[in-house]
């Protein structure tokens, strides 16, 4: 695992000394979270981006459906 460090204003270390939190857990999730939405926004960008090179078909399945049932 690799380290991180964050520097915080005193006044704040000595609030979050106050609050009973693993507070690098929760940076480590809030981090993670954040990688995440990321990687989710980014996958989101890629199918977008194929997406709008494709064209749209013309097939209409009410038409095919249709058809079947006044061949019966």
Do not use: C, F, N
């Amino acid at each position: 695992m690799s380290v991180v460090s964050v520097r915080v204003p005193k006044e704040l270390k000595e609030k979050m000394s106050r609050v009973q939190e693993d507070w690098a857990g929760y940076l480590r999730h809030m981090i993670e979270r954040r990688i995440h939405q990321h990687e989710i926004l980014e996958a989101s960008r890629r199918i977008d981006e194929i997406r709008s090179k494709t064209t749209r078909g013309a097939y209409l399945a009410a038409e095919s459906v249709r058809r079947d049932r006044d061949r019966a």
